[in-house]
Structure formats: C-alpha cells, structure tokens
C-alpha cells in the first residue's frame, strides 16, 4: 500500500496550552484509520488542523506526497480531500439524487443555475453512486423524508461526488443505534477498499473502533501515545493506563 496521508511534527497550540505536541502518522491507500482520545486529548484539534479548519503552527501534512499544510477547505477539496460532519448536512427540501447532482456540478465547477440546473445534470453518475451506497430506491424521496442513517449514507454518497483520495469522518456514527453503527462502517471500509482511498476517522464508540479500523491512533494531552492494529494497541500499557474500562481492556 502507498501512503496517502503523511502527518510529520504536526503542532498547535492555543495560548499557552499544547493540543498538538508534534504527532507522527500516516493512513495508507485502502486503509481504515481511527483516530482515539478522550475530550482535550487533541483529536479534534489534529482532525482539524488535517481538514483546512485551523493552520498548524509546525509540521507538514502530505496527500500522496503533495504538501497541503494550511490549505484551506476548499483548496484541500479541490484536492481530493473530502469529509463528513457529526452533523448531518444536507438540503432538506430537494431530493435525495438532487443532493448528488449538487455535489457533483461543485466536483465539475458548474455554478451557473446551480440550483435550477441540479435536476437535470450528471443524473447517471448520481444514479451510480446512489447504488454504491444503497440509496436508489430512495432517490427521488425529498431528503426531509430520510431515516437518519440514510441521510449518513446519503452524506456518503455526497463526499464521493469529489472522487476523494482520502476520506475523513468525523464521529460518522454518533447518534446511530447498534445496528446502524456497524452498518454504515462496513458500507465506508467497502468503499475504502473498492475506490483506494485512505479513510481516517474520528469516534467515540470503541466498539466501532475496534470492529472496524485496520489501525488505531491513540492521542492523549496532545501526543501519540500509541498506534497499531486494534491488538496492538489493546496490550499497550499506556493505553490501558489510560483508558482503563473505556477500551474494554
């Protein structure tokens, strides 16, 4: 496997306060990562400073060998980065294939009409991807009418529209009962491995982490204390140190 993320002496601090005390990772091509801590350990901080949404004050972010250190959203987009939110975000009023063609005329810098046009542009594709994710029967449903694990495969299918090479999730399965959990994970590990791209992910659920990740990156007061397969890191001392009962260890 190749190394689609490269995170090397990442940093950042906020006053005198170190979230992120120079970290080393990388998630590879296929890859699923998860990304650990408990609140103030800096996942969220790294997640971010990875994503455009905060600048790094050291360190080097790569995407297949290509510096994107402090890009923003929207360049790191044009990238091929893309992500999903806790939050579920989509257009309440339009329908579910709607919301794809969207996605896709954003990906084909298609902004004229954009809103009038979204019924008639790239309908296979969106009819495609739909597919890949299990939503066509649903297509033409508005997405106000979605249960909410179809709006999270729905936001899926959206973060496809870019053709990422890496896929950052960020607590894809909050909100989500047992069943939907699992489901969606292995629905975004198929499409990891079907499309090559590296898949990092941030959750609060062990049970998820430690089903679903191939790697697990564990943060504590800002450092990388540990990181291996989901075996690895349950034997690791500081880890159960750590997270004692929260990891099942």
């Excluded at 998860?34 to 609140?39: E, K, Q, T, Y």
């Excluded at 990388?224 to 009962?245: C, D, F, K, M, T």
Aim: proline share 3%; charged share 20%; aromatic share 6%.
């Amino acid at each position: 496997m190749s190394k689609a993320l490269e995170v090397s002496g990442l940093k950042k601090s906020f006053g005198g306060v170190a979230a992120v005390r120079g970290i080393d990772f990388h998630a590879d091509a296929g890859e699923a990562v998860a990304l650990i801590g408990s609140n103030g350990a800096g996942k969220t901080t790294c997640f971010n400073l990875i994503n455009g949404q905060l600048t790094p004050d050291g360190g080097r972010v790569s995407l297949f060998g290509l510096d994107i250190t402090g890009r923003s959203p929207e360049l790191l987009f044009r990238s091929g980065v893309a992500r999903t939110f806790q939050i579920t975000a989509t257009f309440a009023s339009m329908s579910v294939r709607e919301n794809v063609q969207m996605a896709l005329m954003s990906r084909h810098r298609e902004v004229a009409g954009f809103f009038s046009l979204a019924t008639s542009r790239h309908t296979v594709a969106a009819n495609e991807l739909l597919a890949d994710v299990g939503l066509s029967e649903q297509a033409s449903r508005p997405c106000a009418a979605l249960a909410y694990g179809d709006l999270k495969r729905l936001e899926l299918a959206v973060a496809l529209a870019n053709e990422p090479r890496l896929l950052l999730m960020d607590e894809p399965t909050a909100g989500m009962s047992p069943e939907e959990r699992n489901a969606l994970m292995r629905l975004a590990l198929r499409v990891c491995r079907e499309r090559k791209l590296a898949l990092l992910f941030t959750e609060h659920d062990m049970d998820v982490v430690f089903t679903h990740a191939d790697r697990i990156i564990v943060m504590n007061r800002g450092r990388l204390i540990a990181q291996g397969s989901p075996s690895e890191v349950r034997a690791n001392e500081e880890v159960r140190a750590v997270y004692l009962g929260s990891l099942h260890v």
